[in-house]
């Protein structure tokens, strides 16, 4: 049976500026959600470098404004599939999932305004498998 899945919206963002950073990606998007002001025009991803006690894999920023801005996220997480995480904005008011390409050069991000479970499982499922 099937999961129903909650209201949500999908971005798919592309690299930038391929190997110029070591431990920070630049990407742009490509299509979805960026202009319901969700997502700023540039979106950074960055190695977790421990600093944070709650340990994500990576940290999301966004282009605002010239500047680099970390929006209320807590981050990405490992899930049971690879290259997949999840987070949330906004201190757990809106869940936030990312597939990586096997290559790290495409972001598929799903974000679901509104809504935060811990039980994602079903939700992964439906979206990457």
């Not at 997480?77 to 999932?97: A, E, P």
Request: glycine share 6%; with cysteine; net charge positive.
């Amino acid at each position: 049976m099937a999961t129903h899945l909650p209201n949500h919206l999908k971005c798919v963002f592309t690299e930038i500026n391929v190997g110029k950073h070591r431990t920070v990606r630049h990407y742009e998007p490509q299509q979805g959600i960026t202009s319901r002001g969700i997502f700023s025009n540039l979106i950074n991803v960055s190695n977790n470098r421990a600093f944070a006690k709650s340990k994500p894999e990576y940290w999301v920023k966004q282009r605002e404004n010239g500047k680099w801005k970390t929006p209320a996220a807590t981050g990405l997480f490992r899930t049971s599939l690879d290259n997949v995480y999840h987070g949330d904005l906004h201190f757990k008011t809106h869940l936030f999932l990312v597939g990586f390409s096997s290559d790290y050069s495409t972001i598929t991000a799903y974000l679901f305004p509104n809504f935060f479970t811990y039980d994602i499982e079903p939700i992964i499922n439906s979206l990457f498998k």
